[in-house]
């Protein structure tokens, strides 16, 4: 299955998904100010794209770049319960 064709069905055919929308639906836990420092600071290691060099230019993540980052989630997550449960 493509992750990329998956959030194009979700978010519609946008290259650049805004972060409000990326923190509603993926980190819906975290403040919109705690998501932008994550950002920043690289604990969550998604780039931030912004439509030109202006501050006041809303900020988004490139959709590819979110589905690399849910299938390295994904990945992770199947290396540990494989280690946990003995798997290869």
């Keep these: 299955m493509n992750t990329a064709f998956l959030l194009m069905a979700q978010f519609g055919a946008?290259?650049?998904i805004s972060l409000e929308e990326v923190r509603?639906?993926?980190?819906?836990?975290?403040?919109?100010?705690?998501?932008?420092?994550?950002?920043t600071s690289g604990e969550i290691p998604l780039?931030?794209?912004r439509a030109d060099g202006s501050?006041?230019?809303?900020?988004?993540?490139?959709?590819q770049d979110l589905a690399d980052y849910i299938d390295a989630q994904r990945a992770a997550?199947?290396?540990e319960?494989?280690?946990?449960?003995?798997?290869?």
């Design 81 to 88: 319960r494989n280690q946990l449960c003995g798997l290869r």
């Design 55 to 63: 501050k006041k230019t809303a900020k988004g993540v490139h959709l």
């Design 14 to 16: 946008r290259a650049v």
């Design 24 to 39: 509603k639906e993926y980190f819906s836990h975290l403040e919109p100010d705690n998501l932008t420092r994550k950002l």
């Design 47 to 49: 780039p931030v794209v």
């Design 77 to 79: 997550a199947i290396k």
